[in-house]
């Protein structure tokens, strides 16, 4: 199985920082990373797929990139409505995996 | 608009079973590949288990291969899965989400708001 490494498992941040998290993946996923955001009692939410795909709706304001097995997501201006624990998740090759999560909180 | 809605969570006894279904509508569902995806009270998502547009391609997690089957009926609009053998640590939040493709490799679009399967005795 594929591993994902996500980092930090959780970070505090003021609005107008800007935040980056982590994925690595234990072998080479290609493109086949996607992000999905998460808030509490809520179905988790795809903001990224395929690695840079920004979905339809999303605030420019979050940006990703990486190949291979090194990924980045940005949030270039965290808003208030960013808190939120966030996933990445490889679909290269089954079982599919999810990484630990990231929590971004309020400093 | 992309509905997704679960149904046929519960409370459940050790070794016994449970279907759960998923109704999609808004969107044309046997163009897109589907997924069950669980998460655990205060623990992360994990992916359980995911079916082609034409139901062709099914794949599982191991901790569930053998004991789950995830099927379609795209007459219906419908999403299922089948729980075997439930044991306590398939107590989670299960939800159905829409790939992105029709093979089960793109990011998951939409999902629906989870049905809550507990297995207790």
């Known amino acids: 199985d594929i591993q994902i490494t996500q980092s930090p498992s959780s970070l505090s941040a003021s609005v107008g920082d800007r935040v980056t998290i982590t994925c690595r993946a234990s072998q080479t996923i290609l493109s086949y990373l996607h992000w999905y955001q998460q808030k509490p009692g809520k179905a988790p939410n795809l903001l990224v797929s395929m690695a840079s795909r920004l979905q339809n709706g999303v605030p420019s304001r979050f940006t990703a990139s990486g190949s291979g097995r090194d990924f980045t997501f940005t949030i270039s201006s965290l808003q208030l409505e960013d808190f939120a624990t966030y996933y990445c998740?490889?679909?290269?090759?089954?079982?599919?995996?999810f990484g630990h999560g990231t929590r971004v909180e309020i400093k | 608009e992309v509905h997704l809605v679960e149904s046929g969570g519960g409370l459940v006894q050790p070794g016994r079973s449970l279907r759960l279904s998923c109704e999609a509508s808004g969107f044309t569902f046997d163009d897109f590949a589907m997924h069950w995806v669980r998460q655990a009270p205060g623990k992360g998502l994990e992916w359980v288990a995911g079916?082609?547009?034409?139901?062709?391609?099914?794949d599982y997690a191991d901790s569930v291969k053998g004991r789950f089957t995830i099927s379609r009926d795209n007459s219906r609009n419908s999403l299922y899965l089948q729980m075997n053998s439930l044991r306590p640590n398939d107590t989670a939040l299960y939800y159905c989400?829409?790939?992105?493709?029709?093979?089960?490799?793109?990011?998951?679009?939409?999902w629906g708001q989870g049905t809550l399967v507990t297995v207790s005795s």
């Open positions: 079916i082609s547009w034409k139901g062709a391609n099914i």
């Open positions: 989400a829409k790939d992105t493709r029709s093979l089960p490799d793109g990011g998951l679009s939409n």
């Open positions: 998740e490889q679909s290269y090759s089954t079982p599919r995996t």
